[in-house]
């Protein structure tokens, strides 16, 4: 699974904060394995200088393998927070939409792998 990290411009990240939300992703998103070829992380600062109560953002697309992309976001205080609260968003869809494709599929298939 490739992580690929964007901020705006009023979001500061060296290195260790890039290998900090990669690891925070990895960790939530490890058990979907191979489904996942690709996700975006978009993180922002939604009041710039100002401070506010939820005014970061975290925006994770997961890139599925023959699917549509399926994206969430999520508002907090923190990147941090921000970033945890995206990544639980992002497992309860994906557990929610492939649990969904899992009934489609016929017995058949199921019975095959």
């Known amino acids: 699974m490739k992580i690929q ?4 411009r009023n979001v500061e990240g060296d290195e260790l904060w890039a290998q900090e ?12 394995g191979e489904k996942i070829t690709h996700v975006e992380v978009h993180v922002s600062d939604l009041n710039s200088h100002k ?8 925006m994770l697309e997961a890139r599925l393998a ?3 992309p399926i ?28 649990g969904r494709l ?11 792998e």
């Open 71 to 98: 994206a969430v976001s999520d508002e907090a205080a923190t990147l941090e927070q921000a970033i945890q609260g995206a990544a639980g968003k992002l497992v309860r869809t994906l557990d929610s939409t492939l």
């Open 66 to 68: 023959g699917l549509q």
């Open 51 to 58: 401070f506010g109560a939820a005014d970061k953002r975290c």
């Open 5 to 8: 990290i964007n901020t705006d």
């Open 21 to 32: 939300v990669e690891s925070t992703v990895e960790a939530a998103l490890g058990r979907f």
């Open 102 to 112: 899992g009934k489609r599929r016929s017995p058949e298939a199921r019975d095959s």
